[in-house]
């Protein structure tokens, strides 16, 4: 699972949010964070089918919220991966 992805049904999102869990999508399952400019024509329309596609998701399930509990925002945590810390582990 791309974890950069937020959960969109569970929070107040606008098209960019949308627009921005496509490109990421797209980036996860292409490998490319930035394709060549072979490729820039079947990615950018892979990232514009897939954020049109998700917000009629989003639009016919509609707003209703998840249960308490099922979902919370936090903060991308750092690993810290050092060699020293490895040590300690």
């Known amino acids: 699972m791309c974890r950069s992805i937020l959960t969109l049904r569970a929070i107040e999102h606008d098209e960019n949010d949308v627009e921005a869990a496509a490109l990421q999508f797209v980036r996860k ?3 490319y964070r930035k394709p060549s400019a072979k490729n820039e024509e079947a990615f950018n329309t892979a990232v514009q ?4 596609i998700t917000q009629k998701l989003l ?5 209703e919220t998840l ?4 979902f919370e925002l936090r903060a991308p945590q750092r690993v810290n991966l050092t ?4 040590a300690e582990r």
Do not use: C, M, W
């Not at 639009?59 to 707003?63: Q, V």
């Not at 249960?67 to 099922?70: E, I, L, R, V």
């Not at 060699?83 to 490895?86: A, E, I």
């Open 29 to 31: 399952i292409s490998g």
């Open 49 to 52: 089918e897939i954020t049109a």
């Open 59 to 63: 639009d016919d399930l509609g707003s």
């Open 67 to 70: 249960p308490a509990g099922t």
């Open 83 to 86: 060699p020293k810390v490895l």
